[in-house]
């Protein structure tokens, strides 16, 4: 089964506007960190939000939030007031287990944000 | 700050040709890791490396494959008798102390192997 799913292979969004970018994961380990990163068309992996799974509050930063749903396992991502350079693919992943270092990573969202 | 650097940024091989690729870390980073992600994916863990020791090199794909970090700092990932299959974006990424930190990521090298 896949660990990260995001659904939505591109997204629309007018300029100014806020959007959603889906995430869903799978695990059974208690203890995980969910993240997203940016990457723009230069290739770079932006860090943009992380949220721990005994966070109990969602994240934010700036005009990013993180809509964490444990139950559900769904970790979307808001973006409110969409810029023009906000363009890219975003990528959403998965750190199982107190100790562990790997990132587990979706396919990915290419948002495109029309003026 | 420098944010994480590679270079090249493209390497264009022959099948059959060595490649090496560079790493700078953030500068006072203890953790580094590699990955490969594949045109239209996410990228996948390669390995990951705590100072000098590489902790867990799992996600190599074969041995022709060689990451090294001799000195705690820069890494060079090393691709031998390169394949078409390895065609790729190689990114590299640091975190500041413990392998369980925030990544973050250098621009990548694209990898074309003809």
């Known amino acids: 089964a896949q660990k990260i799913t995001q659904t939505q292979p591109g997204m629309f969004v007018q300029e100014k506007e806020a959007v959603t970018l889906d995430c869903t994961y799978d695990?059974?380990?208690?203890?995980?960190?969910l993240f997203w990163y940016k990457q723009p068309s230069s290739g770079e992996m932006i860090f943009l939000i992380y949220q721990g799974s005994y966070d109990q509050q969602n994240a934010t930063e700036g005009r990013y939030s993180l809509n964490f749903q444990k139950a559900r396992k769904s970790a979307n991502l808001v973006i409110s007031a969409s810029q023009l350079g906000d363009s890219a693919m975003y990528f959403c992943a998965m750190r199982e287990g107190m100790s562990s270092y790997k990132l587990i990573f979706g396919s990915g969202t290419r948002l495109l944000v029309r003026p | 700050g420098a944010g994480v650097s590679q270079s090249p940024r493209y390497k264009v091989a022959k099948r059959g040709q060595d490649v090496a690729l560079r790493c700078d870390p953030i500068s006072g980073h203890v953790s580094l890791f590699w990955y490969q992600q594949a045109l239209g994916q996410g990228p996948e863990f390669l390995t990951y490396?705590?100072?000098?020791?590489?902790?867990?090199k799992s996600g190599l794909p074969s041995d022709r494959f060689f990451a090294e970090r001799p000195e705690g700092s820069v890494s060079t990932l090393k691709i031998q008798r390169t394949q078409q299959e390895d065609s790729a974006v190689y990114l590299c990424a640091s975190s500041l102390a413990r392998g369980t930190d925030t990544q973050y990521f250098g621009p990548g090298t694209r990898l074309t192997v003809l």
């Open positions: 695990t059974s380990d208690p203890s995980y960190g």
């Open positions: 490396f705590q100072n000098e020791a590489q902790l867990d």
